[in-house]
């Protein structure tokens, strides 16, 4: 407890240290906690430290614990890869989703969104660096899929979300993240209106934060290396 507690402080620090060298407002940045693979106990912890907004990457996992933590308002953001079986349970259990890709998923999503609930917030998830292993889109195909989304009833496209190739070197994390920065200018400069940059994990927050991140997704800082099994 009394660490978890203390990463969580830490953490929040460095986001508004970097926010400050930014020249950016307090208050800026959301802190979206990863708890993928941790147990609800360490999430009810962190939330009774004050942290709201909660990121998993599996559905099942993610209903179950949802379901242990009902007692608590959290928010909770869909960050993991998306099959189309498990759409209706994404759209209705989930206030964010980070990692849509394709229009299919898209359009199902905005379908299965109960009418009762506000619009799905969604990113569209990019792969700048044409990793082939990873999921996302290239600058072309983003801007073909944010024509094609912007119809979608029940669904809001807020912006984009990024997970770089890992790097040591600061500036070539942060030369990532101005592409993602610039994308958004320009969508922007052809009328849509987004707002919000999915960036920056443990390892490269703060050059997230200096090139615009307004959500950063972060596990390890506040929990600690992650069990490889639940
Ligand atoms: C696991 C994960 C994170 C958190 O990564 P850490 O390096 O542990 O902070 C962020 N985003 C996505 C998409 C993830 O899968």
Redesign the pocket.
């Known amino acids: 407890m009394a660490d978890l507690r203390e990463n969580y402080h830490h953490v929040n620090a460095q986001i508004r240290a970097a926010e400050m060298q930014a020249g950016r407002a307090s208050g800026s940045v959301n802190l979206i906690a990863?708890g993928?693979l941790h147990p609800a106990s360490s999430i009810r912890k962190l939330a009774s430290c004050g942290q709201r907004a909660f990121?998993e990457?599996f559905v099942q996992e993610a209903i179950g614990k949802q379901r242990e933590l009902a007692d608590l308002d959290l928010e909770w953001h869909f960050?993991?890869s998306i099959q189309s079986n498990k759409t209706r349970q994404i759209a209705n259990s989930f206030s964010w989703v980070?990692?849509v890709d394709r229009y299919r998923i898209a359009r199902r999503l905005s379908e299965q969104r109960s009418a009762e609930l506000p619009p799905l917030n969604v990113c569209l998830q990019l792969n700048l660096q044409a990793e082939k292993t990873k999921s996302g889109l290239s600058e072309e195909e983003a801007f073909e899929l944010l024509m094609q989304t912007a119809e979608l009833p029940c669904i809001a496209i807020r912006g984009f979300?990024i997970?770089p190739k890992p790097s040591a070197d600061p500036d070539e994390q942060r030369t990532v993240f101005a592409r993602v920065r610039k994308l958004l200018e320009q969508a922007n400069a052809q009328g849509h209106s987004l707002d919000s940059l999915s960036m920056g994990?443990?390892?490269d927050l703060e050059q997230a934060i200096l090139e615009g991140s307004t959500h950063v997704?972060?596990?390890?800082?506040l929990f600690g290396p992650?069990p490889s099994k639940i």
């Open positions: 990863v993928k990121a990457n960050i993991g980070h990692s979300m997970v994990m443990t390892d997704r972060i596990g390890t800082a992650r």
